[in-house]
């Protein structure tokens, strides 16, 4: 067996059930950055425990999460999440007895508010890459790169979604342009390309890459390899950001349309529906971060009005 988990645990007694696991997970049509995640959580998880599944008891999962006690509080609960997960799929296949989670309390994680970049940077991060009014010569990749990050942004879309676009989700009628969003747990949302500078350099995109059907960011630059996958959009987007000399994580795109969204006076489910939050309860948190910007709003009045006195 050659494989991610077995090159890392070698012949651990837990290195076929978790390949097994997240073979039935993909199978299942469970992302590939939810994959990526549980493989990296699991394969931690098992050097901490060094005997089979059959063997995984409350103390095992509590010196485990003792071990990863000074973590952040959301890194811990990814990681628990992982291993409930990978044991809930142990006793369904009669591979552990009951599920010693049951046992373990849940971890809270606080609620932060998101941090939505600055609009002028984006804009000065994507200038970077090229205008919207390319020159003939600007390379289908620097083209295909602006693109994918402009969907990003003007869409709302994480970066995994945009990644997995193709072009037969693409609906580009005249003055009705929409674009169908492959989410999490399976879920699909049509979003509105209501933007008509970004719908010209799409137009302008598929016309240069002449994609006529397939993935629509590819990763190679003739065309012909699969979609270009979320560490290669990931590691562009930080170099261009390097280059503009602007620190935006690329999650942060998609913060910032739901914040402008909410400024411009849409209504939380209407921003719920275009994110395809499951509910409008993690949606809200961009409506607190609306007051938070009409509070700078007055404090900047109060000041402006201090001055003239």
Known sequence: MHTAVADA??????????????????????????????RGDLIQFAAHHDGPVAELTVAVVRAYLTEIAGLAASSRKRKRAAVGSFCRWAVRHELLATNPMDRVDSITVARTLPRPADPAQVQKVLGVICSRRPRKDVPVDRLRDRVLFETAYVCGARASEVCGLHVEDLDLRLDDEHARIHGKGGSVRTVLLDDRGYVALLRLYLARAKFTSGPLFRASINGSGGPLSYDAAHHRWTGYCAAAGVDIDIHQLRHAHATELINAGASIETVRKRLGHASTETTQVYALLADKVADDEIRAVRRRRDTRR
């Open 9 to 38: 645990l070698g012949p651990h007694p837990l290195a076929l059930p978790i390949e097994e696991f997240l073979t039935d997970l993909r199978n299942a049509g469970r992302p590939d950055n939810t994959l990526r995640a549980y």
